[in-house]
T-cell receptor, first 114, second 113 residues
Framework: GENVEQHPSTLSVQEGDSAVIKCTYS??????FPWYKQELGKGPQLIID?????GEKKDQRIAVTLNKTAKHFSLHITETQPEDSAVYFC?????????????FGQGTELSVKP | DTEVTQTPKHLVMGMTNKKSLKCEQH?????MYWYKQKAKKPPELMFV???????INESVPSRFSPECPNSSLLNLHLHALQPEDSALYLC????????????FGNGTRLTVT
């Protein structure tokens, strides 16, 4: 089955710097890759997603890149702000399979220092 | 604010109690999910309902019993839980199409004493 590895587990940056979180997946049939942000006391919220027919997607300060050959995808946050501090989860699934079960990475705790 | 509403926000129950968690969404989504999340871990899938029918049960113990009364509501009935069942229980919904993203609620923080 699918396995998703996420690095780093913790990341501390200064406000205004960029942050990069990387994930690798094992199942070459996976074709949907969402990223979730979970703030303390809240549920995960989708911040961006990418499908395997696209190499890069950007939404304001957030971008995701996908390398299908290497089976890895990354989240890039530019001009970080204290409110970006949260736990970020990557995930992968094969949307062509019945159920399309999401497999999550272990999470990255991002701390943005003012 | 999330469009998936979960009640209660917090629940403390003894091992002999029976309680229920509730989830509601009004986005017209046709798939609803229960996840369990332990501290500093990713969510773990428990159950999936698709068009009000149970489509996935991830080998969850029978002390957890899901129910989907209609397309907007999802319940999780709890009975004879163990302390290790203490966790954040998250409900999520999606359009039900295989490429539609999950929308999570803020969860119920459950403590079993």
């Amino acid at each position: 089955g699918e396995n998703v590895e996420q690095h780093p587990s913790t990341l501390s940056v200064q406000e205004g710097d960029s942050a990069v979180i990387k994930c690798t997946y094992s199942d070459s049939a996976s074709n949907y890759f969402p990223w979730y942000k979970q703030e303390l006391g809240k549920g995960p919220q989708l911040i961006i997603d990418i499908r395997s027919n696209v190499g890069e997607k950007k939404d304001q300060r957030i971008a995701v890149t996908l390398n299908k050959t290497a089976k890895h995808f990354s989240l890039h946050i530019t001009e970080t702000q204290p409110e970006d501090s949260a736990v970020y989860f990557c995930a992968a699934s094969n949307q062509d399979n019945q159920g399309g079960k999401l497999i999550f990475g272990q999470g990255t705790e991002l701390s943005v220092k003012p | 604010d999330t469009e998936v509403t979960q009640t209660p926000k917090h629940l403390v129950m003894g091992m002999t109690n029976k309680k229920s968690l509730k989830c509601e969404q009004h986005m017209g989504h046709r798939a609803m999910y229960w996840y369990k999340q332990k501290a500093k871990k990713p969510p773990e899938l428990m159950f999936v309902y698709s068009y009000e029918k149970l489509s996935i049960n991830e080998s969850v113990p029978s002390r957890f019993s899901p129910e989907c009364p209609n397309s907007s509501l999802l319940n999780l009935h709890l009975h004879a839980l163990q302390p290790e069942d203490s966790a954040l229980y998250l409900c999520a919904s999606s359009m039900g199409r295989l490429d539609s993203p999950l929308h999570f609620g803020n969860g119920t923080r459950l403590t079993v004493t």
